[in-house]
């Protein structure tokens, strides 16, 4: 039995307050399960959360991986940027040319951004969160596709780009140079193992495709912490 991707983590300093932006930006819904923590809903039941954990650790150059939303329109893409800033989000540089259609922002933890401009056509179908785009080798998108059983949908001069088989957010690495790691990652996956795994075959199978177990063990909430081929932060979620 497969984990599969149940949530993207943010680690914040505020995480009551990062969620109500996301919330806002992306007109999601609060969860309130016993389990949840401080998370926001999906409108489509078979996507991922996004949730919020504690993290005190200070921000130490741009993350190795933000979101890209989409636009349907020039239109879109302005109301999705005012309604960011609205709520406590920033402009940006982080090298963008000016000739480049997607605007850079950060929300309020510092956590870099885009807002896509329309016609898109890599993010064509993908909804509002078009892409989860990360810093990292072919290597780690090779191990991601195996890890969620989701197929590659772009492997190109070390680029690579994963997508679920039902659709939604793509996953994207965008090859070398990629930078050194420098502390704990922001931003990172949590998976879950479905009711009636053996957690310990399904860690022995990440294990076997390149991850690394950590001696850190698990959390209160089952969550068991690894890294993946490019040294990333990942949980997988124990089921209960």
């Avoid at 007109?27 to 926001?40: K, N, Q």
């Avoid at 650790?57 to 979101?67: D, S, T, V, Y």
Wanted: charged residues 25%.
């Amino acid at each position: 039995m497969t984990s599969q991707l149940s949530a993207i983590c943010f680690r914040a300093t505020r995480p009551s307050d990062l969620a109500r932006f996301w919330s806002g930006v992306l007109g999601w819904e609060a969860a309130d399960g016993p389990d949840d923590g401080v998370a926001i809903l999906p409108p489509d039941p078979d996507g991922f959360r996004i949730r919020f954990l504690p993290g005190q650790e200070p921000k130490a150059g741009q993350n190795r991986a933000h979101f890209d939303l989409t636009s349907s329109s020039p239109e879109e893409q302005r109301q999705t940027v005012a309604r960011a800033l609205a709520l406590g989000g920033s402009h940006i540089d982080v090298g963008q040319r000016p000739e480049e259609g997607h605007v850079v922002l950060a929300d309020p933890d510092g956590n870099e951004f885009c807002v896509i401009e329309a016609g898109n056509a890599f993010l064509a179908d993908t909804g509002f969160i078009g892409a989860l785009a990360c810093d990292g080798t072919q290597e780690v998108g090779y191990f991601w596709s195996e890890a969620l059983r989701w197929p590659l949908v772009w492997d190109q001069d070390q680029e690579t780009a994963i997508q679920s088989p039902s659709g939604g957010t793509k996953i994207t690495w965008g090859g070398p140079p990629v930078a050194p790691k420098t502390g704990t990652n922001r931003l990172c996956f949590e998976l879950a193992l479905p009711a009636g795994a053996d957690p310990e075959a399904e860690t022995g199978r990440l294990v076997s495709l390149g991850a690394t177990r950590t001696d850190t063990g698990g959390d209160d909430s089952g969550r068991m912490l690894m890294l993946d081929p490019d040294g990333n932060e990942f949980f997988v979620r124990r089921p209960r």
